[in-house]
């Protein structure tokens, strides 16, 4: 796997840009396509159940 450095803080004139995973080929789901217009979903991780909610300031919350 590929490491994936960048400098703690950016020179002048440079905006710290934040990894895009495709640029790592890696897949990319969206949210919205994910959720399918819910607030919560439910994901079975094997043995394990977690709940991913969307809060009313629209981040994403996972929880076990």
Not at 2 to 10: C, D, E, G, L, N
Request: positive net charge.
């Amino acid at each position: 796997m590929a490491q994936i450095t960048r400098p703690v803080t950016p020179t002048d004139g440079e905006q710290e840009r934040p990894v895009d995973a495709r640029d790592l080929g890696m897949p990319v789901v969206e949210s919205v396509a994910l959720m399918s217009g819910q607030r919560e979903l439910i994901i079975r991780h094997g043995t394990e159940t977690y709940r991913l909610r969307v809060t009313a300031s629209n981040k994403l919350i996972l929880t076990k």
